[in-house]
C-alpha cells in the first residue's frame, strides 16, 4: 500500500499538529527527538521515501497512548503498521534484538520445515488432538530457549494454563502443528509471511473442531481477533484471554483460588487493555486470591506505561530507560509482586531487571503462572 493511501485509511490526514501525541508518547519522554507527529507530517507532506528509511518508523512501540488521546482520532498504530509494511515491500528492515533469533523462528514457522513439539506440557497434564477448547500456546516454547539465561521460564505460563484448564475439567486441544500467531510478522512489516502462518492456524484449529480459543498472550489473542478476520477471513471461534476465562469461573463457583499473602501490583500488557479493551478482568482475578491485596501503580489501565519493547525490533539505551521507569513505579507501591498477563511484557521487563540496579529489582509473576499456583498446580514438571 503506498503512503497516501496509509494516510486516507488511518485519517492521518486529520492531525492538528498539536503534539498530546508527542506528549503520550513513551519513547518521546526518553529521546525528545522522537515525535509521532514529525511522522505524520512527513506523511502528509509527500517524503515518503523518507520516512522509509527513517530509523524512527521502527522505534514506535505502537503502544497504542497517542491513538487513544489523539483528539482527532487517528489510528497511529495502524498508520505505523502499514508504513512498515510498505517499507518491507521496499527491502528495509528494522534492526533486529536478539541477534535476530527471534525473527528466523518465525520466519521458519511459515515453512513446512518445524513441528513444534509438545514435550513442554511435562507429565500428569491432559491434552487432547480434537475437542472443543483449543490453547493457542504461540510462541513461548521457543522464547523458553533464548530466556533461559535471564531465569526466565516463559514455558511455565503455558504449562499454568492447561493446569487451570485441567482444574476445570477441560483437556484443551494443544497442536504440534501450530505455528506463531504471526503479530510480529504484521507489526515489522511482513505481511506476506504474517498471512502464512494466519492461514496454517486457521487450518489446524477448524481440523481440532474448537469452538473456543484461549490465549496466554495477548499478542495472540488480538491476531485472531482483529488481524485475521480482516487479512486471511473470520476464525469462527469464540477467542478468550485465560484472565477471562478464569474471571468466569471463579464467578460461576467452577474456580476457588487458594491464599497467598503479600501485596501485588498489575501492569497492562498494551495489546490486551488498550487495543482490546480487557482491564477488568485480571484485575478481579487477583482479586480473587485470599490474603492478596492488589495496589494500582500511578499508571495504569488505559493510561498504563508501555513494558517498553515491542517485536523484538530495536531495542536501544531508551527502552531500557522505558522499563527502569515502569519497575520503579511499580516498587513505588509497596508491592512486592508485579503481575502481568503477557508472557513478552514478562520477558521485557524481566531483562532490564538483569542489567540494572537495585532499585529496578521485583519479583515478577505472568497472571497465568500465579493462579496456576493458587490452585496447587504449579509444581509438576
Same mark, same amino acid.
Given at each position: 500500500?503506498?503512503?497516501?493511501?496509509?494516510?486516507?485509511?488511518?485519517?492521518?490526514?486529520?492531525?492538528?499538529?498539536? /503534539?498530546?501525541?508527542?506528549?503520550?508518547?513513551?519513547?518521546?519522554?526518553?529521546?525528545?527527538?522522537?515525535?509521532?507527529?514529525?511522522?505524520?507530517?512527513?506523511?502528509?507532506?509527500g517524503f515518503g521515501g523518507e520516512i522509509m528509511e527513517d530509523k524512527d518508523l521502527w522505534a514506535c512501540l505502537?503502544?497504542?497512548?497517542?491513538?487513544?488521546?489523539?483528539?482527532?482520532?487517528?489510528?497511529?498504530? &495502524?498508520?505505523?503498521?502499514g508504513l512498515r509494511g510498505t517499507a518491507h515491500g521496499l527491502g528495509y528492515r528494522g534492526v533486529c534484538t536478539?541477534?535476530?533469533?527471534l525473527r528466523e523462528m518465525m520466519n521458519i514457522q511459515t515453512t513446512d520445515l518445524v513441528r513444534k513439539s509438545?514435550?513442554?506440557?511435562?507429565? /500428569?497434564?491432559?491434552?487432547?488432538?480434537?475437542?472443543?477448547?483449543?490453547?493457542?500456546? /504461540?510462541?513461548?516454547?521457543?522464547?523458553?530457549?533464548?530466556?533461559?539465561?535471564?531465569?526466565?521460564?516463559?514455558?511455565?505460563? *503455558? $504449562?499454568?494454563?492447561?493446569?487451570?484448564?485441567?482444574?476445570? *475439567?477441560?483437556?484443551?486441544?494443544?497442536?504440534?502443528?501450530?505455528?506463531?500467531?504471526?503479530?510480529?510478522?504484521?507489526?515489522?512489516?511482513? =505481511?506476506?509471511?504474517?498471512?502464512?502462518?494466519?492461514?496454517?492456524?486457521?487450518?489446524?484449529?477448524?481440523?481440532?473442531?474448537?469452538?473456543?480459543?484461549?490465549?496466554?498472550?495477548?499478542?495472540?489473542?488480538?491476531?485472531?481477533?482483529?488481524?485475521?478476520?480482516?487479512?486471511?477471513?473470520?476464525?469462527?471461534?469464540?477467542?478468550?484471554?485465560?484472565?477471562? =476465562?478464569?474471571?468466569?469461573?471463579?464467578? &460461576?463457583?467452577?474456580?476457588?483460588?487458594?491464599?497467598?499473602?503479600?501485596?501485588?501490583?498489575?501492569?497492562?500488557?498494551?495489546?490486551?487493555?488498550?487495543?482490546?479493551?480487557?482491564?477488568?478482568?485480571? $484485575?478481579?482475578?487477583?482479586?480473587?486470591?485470599?490474603?492478596?491485596?492488589?495496589?494500582?501503580?500511578?499508571?495504569?489501565?488505559?493510561?498504563?506505561?508501555?513494558?517498553?519493547?515491542?517485536?523484538?525490533?530495536?531495542?536501544?539505551?531508551?527502552?531500557?530507560?522505558?522499563?527502569?521507569?515502569?519497575?520503579?513505579?511499580?516498587?513505588?507501591?509497596?508491592?512486592?509482586?508485579?503481575?502481568?498477563?503477557?508472557?513478552?511484557? $514478562?520477558?521485557?521487563?524481566?531483562?532490564?531487571?538483569?542489567?540494572?540496579?537495585?532499585?529496578?529489582?521485583?519479583?515478577?509473576?505472568?497472571?497465568?503462572?500465579?493462579?496456576?499456583?493458587?490452585?496447587?498446580? /504449579?509444581?509438576?514438571?
Amino acid at each position: 500500500m503506498d503512503v497516501e493511501k496509509i494516510v486516507q485509511k488511518t485519517k492521518a490526514y486529520y492531525c492538528l499538529d498539536c /503534539g498530546i501525541c508527542t506528549g503520550s508518547c513513551p519513547i518521546s519522554r526518553v529521546n525528545p527527538r522522537f515525535s509521532p507527529r514529525l511522522v505524520v507530517e512527513k506523511a502528509l507532506l509527500g517524503f515518503g521515501g523518507e520516512i522509509m528509511e527513517d530509523k524512527d518508523l521502527w522505534a514506535c512501540l505502537t503502544c497504542g497512548a497517542c491513538a487513544q488521546r489523539c483528539p482527532a482520532s487517528v489510528g497511529y498504530d &495502524q498508520f505505523i503498521w502499514g508504513l512498515r509494511g510498505t517499507a518491507h515491500g521496499l527491502g528495509y528492515r528494522g534492526v533486529c534484538t536478539h541477534a535476530g533469533v527471534l525473527r528466523e523462528m518465525m520466519n521458519i514457522q511459515t515453512t513446512d520445515l518445524v513441528r513444534k513439539s509438545t514435550a513442554w506440557v511435562g507429565n /500428569g497434564r491432559r491434552i487432547a488432538q480434537s475437542g472443543d477448547t483449543y490453547y493457542f500456546v /504461540g510462541c513461548i516454547p521457543f522464547f523458553s530457549v533464548v530466556f533461559k539465561e535471564i531465569g526466565v521460564e516463559p514455558v511455565d505460563t *503455558g $504449562r499454568a494454563a492447561i493446569d487451570i484448564l485441567n482444574a476445570l *475439567g477441560i483437556a484443551p486441544v494443544v497442536s504440534p502443528r501450530e505455528r506463531c500467531c504471526g503479530y510480529d510478522m504484521y507489526a515489522w512489516g511482513d =505481511l506476506e509471511g504474517f498471512q502464512k502462518l494466519a492461514r496454517q492456524n486457521m487450518a489446524v484449529i477448524r481440523e481440532s473442531g474448537a469452538r473456543r480459543v484461549v490465549f496466554t498472550c495477548p499478542e495472540g489473542y488480538y491476531a485472531f481477533r482483529v488481524l485475521y478476520p480482516e487479512f486471511v477471513g473470520d476464525p469462527g471461534v469464540e477467542t478468550l484471554h485465560i484472565s477471562e =476465562l478464569v474471571m468466569r469461573a471463579v464467578e &460461576q463457583g467452577k474456580l476457588e483460588l487458594g491464599g497467598r499473602e503479600g501485596k501485588v501490583t498489575y501492569h497492562d500488557p498494551c495489546r490486551l487493555g488498550r487495543s482490546l479493551g480487557v482491564f477488568d478482568a485480571p $484485575r478481579e482475578v487477583l482479586k480473587s486470591i485470599k490474603g492478596l491485596e492488589v495496589v494500582e501503580m500511578a499508571r495504569n489501565r488505559q493510561d498504563a506505561l508501555c513494558c517498553g519493547s515491542s517485536n523484538w525490533v530495536t531495542c536501544t539505551s531508551c527502552n531500557k530507560l522505558i522499563q527502569y521507569e515502569r519497575l520503579r513505579e511499580a516498587k513505588s507501591t509497596g508491592a512486592s509482586l508485579l503481575v502481568t498477563a503477557c508472557p513478552k511484557c $514478562r520477558i521485557h521487563l524481566s531483562c532490564a531487571m538483569y542489567d540494572g540496579d537495585e532499585d529496578v529489582q521485583i519479583e515478577i509473576k505472568d497472571i497465568t503462572t500465579l493462579v496456576g499456583e493458587c490452585i496447587g498446580a /504449579g509444581d509438576r514438571g
